[in-house]
C-alpha cells in the first residue's frame, strides 16, 4: 500500500495537482483502503498545525513581506554599497551583502531576492554588468534568506522534529555567512574575469550616513534574535513584536506604506500562510500514516544496509535531499522528507539540530534549481530575462553552494557548530 501511495503522490504531481492537495489525496485513498477510520484524518491534520510556535511562521511572513514593499531594502543595498561598492564588481557583492542584510530580516528566500533584485537591478544594467549573471546571482543570495535566521523553514523543521527553535537559530548564523562567502569568491572571480567597472569610491562618510538610514532596518534581527537569546520572548513571541516594529518602521519612521498598502500586504501574507498551513496539515496525516506503517524505520535499515560508512551515507541523504529540492518546493519537502529521514540520522548518531541546518540549506538550494525554482522566477520576473538564460548563469552559484553544503555536512566544527 506504501508503493500505492507514493504512485498516486507522484502521479498528481506530475498532473499539476497543488501540493497539499495532492498529499491528502492519495494519503486519503491509501487509508481507505486500508480499513483505516477516515476520522483520523482530520484528527492528524489538526494536531500537525495545533502548535504555539507555528505562530511565529504567519509572523515572519508577514514581517518579510513589510519590511520587502518599503524603503528598507533600498537603505540595505546603500549601505552595502557605501562598504563594499569600491571593489571591482563591487555591485555584485553587494547583491550577496544586501541578500545577507535582509536575509536576516525575512526569513523567506522569495522575499530576500525580490527585495534585493528590485533594488539593485537598475544599476546592475546600467554599469554594464551581465544580465542574466547578476539575476542569477542575486537569485543565488536569496536562498540564504532561509538559513539566516530568523527561518521560516527551521520553525517548521523544529515543530516536526520536536527541536528548538532558538538552537537551530543560534547555528544558523555561521552557516549562512558561509553561503554568503562563497558566493562572493566567485562573484569577485568572474568580475575579474569580465572587467566588471570599480563602484562607489570608499568614503566613511558615506558608510556612516547609510549606516545610519540603514539602522532600522538592521535593528530588526537584533531586537528579534537578542530577545530570543537572552530569554526575554519566545521565537513566536519574538515574531509578533518582528510585525509590530516593522509597521512601525514602515508607517511612522520611513513613512513608505499607506494603508491601503498595509492592507495588501496582509493579504499577501495571509494567502502565502494558508497555503503553508494546508500544506503541514495534509502532511502531519501522511505522516503518521507512515510511522503507522513502519515506514521511516525501514527506509532507514535499508539505507544502513548499503553501507555501513556513515560518510557514504550522509551523502546519499545529501543527494537526496538535494533532488528533492529539485521537484518540490521548500516548506512541503521539509515536511514530507524530515519524518522519513529522521529515524535514520539518529541511528547515525548525527544531532537532530545539525541535520536541521542539512536540510533547510540543501532544500534552501532547491530554490535555484529548476522546474521548482521560487527564487529564479522571481528573479525572471524582476529582470525580465527569459528563465533559460538565468538558468544557465546560475550553474557556477549553484556548485559554489553545494560546496558550503558538503562542509556544514562533512566538518560541522569548520561551520561553528556548536551542538548545543
Known sequence: MTLVLFGLFFLFMLLGVPIAFAIGASTLYALSQSGVPLMVVTQQMFQGINSFALVAVPMFILAGDLMAQGKVSEKLVNFADALVGFMRGGLSIVSVMAGMFFAAISGSG??????????????????????????????????????????????????????????????????????????MVIAITQAYKRQYPHGTALSLATIWCTFKDASWGLMTPVIILGGIFSGIFTPSEAAVVAVNYALVVSLFVYRDLTPRAVYQVLIRSAITTSVIMLVIAMSAVLSWTLSSWQVPGAIAQAVLSL??????????????????????????????????????????????????????????IGMITPPVAINLYVASSVTRLPLEQITRAIIPYLLGLIGVLLLVVYVPMLMGWSGH
Open 110 to 183: 522569495a522575499a530576500t531576492t525580490a527585495a534585493v533584485g528590485s533594488s539593485l537591478v537598475p544599476e546592475l544594467k546600467r554599469k554594464g554588468y551581465d544580465p542574466a549573471s547578476a539575476a542569477s546571482l542575486i537569485a543565488a543570495s536569496g536562498t540564504i534568506g532561509v538559513v539566516i535566521p530568523p527561518s521560516v523553514p527551521m520553525i517548521i523543521y523544529a515543530v516536526i522534529a520536536q527541536q528548538s527553535v532558538s538552537k537551530l537559530f543560534l547555528n544558523g548564523f555561521i552557516p549562512g555567512v558561509a553561503m554568503g562567502l562563497g558566493l
Open 307 to 364: 553501507s555501513e560508512n556513515p560518510y557514504v551515507i550522509m551523502l546519499l541523504i545529501v543527494a537526496v535531499i538535494l533532488l528533492t529540492g529539485v521537484f518540490i518546493e521548500t516548506a512541503s519537502a521539509l515536511i514530507i522528507l524530515t519524518p522519513v529521514l529522521l529515524p535514520l540520522i539518529l541511528q547515525l548518531g548525527i544531532d537532530p539540530i545539525h541535520f536541521g541546518l542539512i536540510i533547510v540549506m540543501g532544500l534552501a
